[in-house]
């Protein structure tokens, strides 16, 4: 095999390996019947009599996943909260991206350090410290007593406000570098051009910058969109007990419930939503590279 | 080249003392930092003139037009454009549009939209939009590639565009910088008499920002030449050529002999000069303005010194040398005739016939020039 050979097979192996397999293994048990065995689950394949072999799909996983509320509760609870932490990421990451992508080149690279900062700890410990920030006598409630602008502790902790604060601060540099490096390749000269062409400020950014940066806004949505709508451990430290999220809910079903086949047609119906606008994505970025900015 | 025949040029408005200046540089300085990029320039430009700020990079002339466009605000002085102070104005409040060197064309819009985008942004009506936009692609002979994006087109079209979108408003003033600097050599001077006649038709006041000389002399009508931040002459391109002010443009502007003398005779009609570096003398058939014993320079333009291998009559004006190099340019030769004093004077000869004979290297030579071709400049 030649050299060039082996680099387009290596990735492919990867994905077969790390992905492939383990999807196809989730898709066998979700397909399956529950079962009080280990693992819990009953084989598909089963050889009846001496020749025979009886291939058993139950479909009953996915149906009982439409009689209960539950599964589309979280499900549309996720797309939400989901949902609007790309939106509150957008507004918090563009100005920051922007700021970033005209700082001078020095300052830049400074500030860009401190955005992947916090890949150095990991996320665990981090969303621990928000506890500890966000709890009734932790750093902010003690300053603001201490301040007297409030008596009695708020409660922040356990609350949707404190789960949306863990994932847009976990997820706010993915968002933040994709769209950097798409607001560096900009050509600062436009604004001036349309500026001179007669836009304020402010109109020659919405109507030049931000068509622009229109990839970098949605590479950077859909790198927090699609992890935020199956996040786990954030809600579940910061967003208390009434966090409904289908991560959660695949997690209980799991672990607490042992019912593989239940938790396995939930993931395989979450990969099957998020599959649209992962190919809406790519045919947006493929379309715009062959049309070449 | 030929000046252009415009308007501005006919009536040389620069001349008339009563004639109103349409854009008018008050005393300008611009500061960044300890580093002054535009100092103290002073600057009337006419109505319907094509003025050339031409200078090295580096030489301030960019800041002047960014202050002209509204880009960069003047450390002091004022600005007028059209008898309103225009110094604090902010650039989409200036009747005042710019080409940009770039092009700066939007990339995510097609070349239609790119010329509809400022009348757009007036709230022009969109029928005479529609129109407006029409004609101008009709002008710059764009129709075809309206429906084009910038990067399906060529370098030549490009320019068009970002021509046509800085006309379509019908500024009182357009400013133009580097306009030809990312065309080739033949693309270049086609446009440069393309820009003229658009120019002419829509009587637009231009402010060019070139390095190139001779795109300079083609389109200006006057040029401005600039160093260190200041305008060192300003006059047309035969005053600036014929009759540089210092050194400094004599050597800028075309290619020149430059011979550092002493004024010897100091007469109102005319000088001679002793000059070393020559070995022998210069006379001038002009009065000059310098003290007596004044070093000097003379400059002597390539064009204007002849070359005959037959001693000429008189002694001013000629001196001996041994050809050192020959360029051979096709419709002419540049000769590098080395005096005996160790300068190297540089000769241009129009190659005329075909067959004429040939002078060759190391033949010696005598160089011999008009009382009428040096310039003398004191600085």
Redo the contacts between chains.
């Keep these: 095999m030649t050299g060039r050979g082996l680099v387009v097979v290596l990735p492919y192996l990867w994905l077969m390996l790390f992905f492939v397999v383990p999807f196809v293994i989730v898709l066998k048990i979700s397909f399956s019947d529950i079962d009080l065995a280990i693992p819990p689950y009953k084989p598909l394949l089963e050889w009846v009599g001496k020749n025979s072999l009886a291939i058993k799909i139950n479909f009953n996983n996915y149906a009982f996943l439409f009689t209960d509320h539950l599964y589309v509760n979280a499900l549309l609870n996720s797309i939400k909260v989901a949902f609007i932490s790309t939106v509150l990421c957008l507004f918090i990451g563009y100005p920051m991206a922007y700021g970033i992508a005209r700082a001078k080149p020095k300052t830049r690279n400074i500030l860009l350090l401190l955005v992947i900062l916090p890949f150095w700890t990991s996320l665990l410990l981090r969303v621990y410290a928000w506890i500890g920030l966000l709890k009734g006598n932790g750093v902010i409630n003690n300053v603001l007593l201490w301040l007297g602008l409030i008596h009695e502790p708020l409660t922040m902790l356990f609350t949707p406000f404190a789960m949306y604060i863990g994932i847009v601060y976990s997820y706010l540099p993915f968002f933040i570098l994709p769209l950097y490096s798409n607001l560096e390749k900009m ?1 600062w ?2 604004l ?9 400020p402010w ?1 020659a950014f919405y ?2 910058t931000l ?2 940066s229109r990839n970098g806004i949605l590479a950077g949505s859909m790198l927090v969109f699609i992890p935020a709508v199956g996040e786990f451990v954030i809600p579940a430290l910061l967003g208390g007990p009434n966090a409904l999220m289908i991560g959660r809910v695949l997690w209980d079903e799991f672990f607490s419930n042992r019912a593989w086949p239940v938790a396995s047609a939930v993931a395989i119906l979450l990969l099957i939503l998020l599959v649209p606008f992962m190919m809406w994505y790519q045919s947006v970025q493929t379309r715009e590279s062959a ?3 | 080249m030929a000046t252009p025949a415009t308007a501005a040029v006919k009536a040389q408005p620069w001349k008339d003392p009563a004639a109103r200046p349409y854009v008018q540089v008050d005393r300008v300085t611009k500061s960044f930092g300890e580093f002054k990029a535009v100092d103290d320039v002073s600057l009337k430009i006419y109505k319907g003139e094509i003025f050339c700020l031409l200078g090295a990079s580096g030489c301030g002339k960019t800041t002047l037009l960014r202050m002209l466009g509204g880009f960069e605000t003047p450390t002091s002085g004022k600005i007028l454009i059209d008898g309103e102070d225009m110094t604090g104005v902010p650039p989409y409040e200036r009747p005042v549009n710019m080409m940009f060197q770039s092009y700066a064309l939007f990339p995510h819009m097609n070349v239609e939209q790119n010329v509809a985008f400022g009348l757009k942004q007036d709230r022009v009506p969109k029928a005479e939009i529609a129109e407006r936009v029409a004609t101008m692609l009709d002008l710059v002979k764009l129709s075809a590639f309206a429906k084009r994006k910038p990067h399906q087109l060529s370098g030549g079209q490009r320019q068009r565009v970002a021509l046509a979108r800085s006309l379509v408003k019908r500024p009182k003033l357009l400013l133009l910088d580097e306009p030809l600097g990312a065309l080739d050599k033949k693309l270049r001077e086609h446009t440069q008499f393309e820009l003229i006649g658009i120019q002419d038709k829509l009587g637009v006041t231009f402010v060019v920002v070139t390095h190139d000389q001779e795109e300079a002399m083609t389109l200006a009508s006057r040029i401005g030449v600039m160093n260190h931040g200041e305008i060192v002459q300003a006059g047309t391109p035969s005053e600036i050529y014929e009759f540089p002010s210092s050194k400094f443009v004599a050597d800028f502007v075309g290619s020149v002999n430059m011979f550092e003398g002493k004024l010897i005779e100091d007469e109102p009609e005319y000088v001679r000069i002793a000059s070393e570096e020559l070995g022998g003398t210069i006379y001038v058939s002009h009065g000059i303005s310098a003290p007596p014993e004044a070093t000097v320079w003379a400059a002597v333009r390539p064009e204007k010194i002849f070359m005959s291998t037959a001693p000429p009559e008189g002694t001013d004006n000629v001196v001996r040398g041994a050809v050192q190099d020959i360029a051979y340019l096709g419709d002419l030769s540049i000769y590098l005739v080395k005096l005996p004093t160790g300068k190297v004077v540089r000769v241009t000869q129009p190659n005329t016939s075909r067959h004429a004979e040939a002078i060759t290297w190391d033949q010696q030579v005598y160089l011999c020039w008009d009382a009428t071709s040096p310039v003398v400049v004191t600085r």
């Design positions: 050509d000269q436009l001036e051009a349309a500026e001179d062409l007669g836009c304020r109109q109507k030049i068509p622009l049309g070449a900015r």
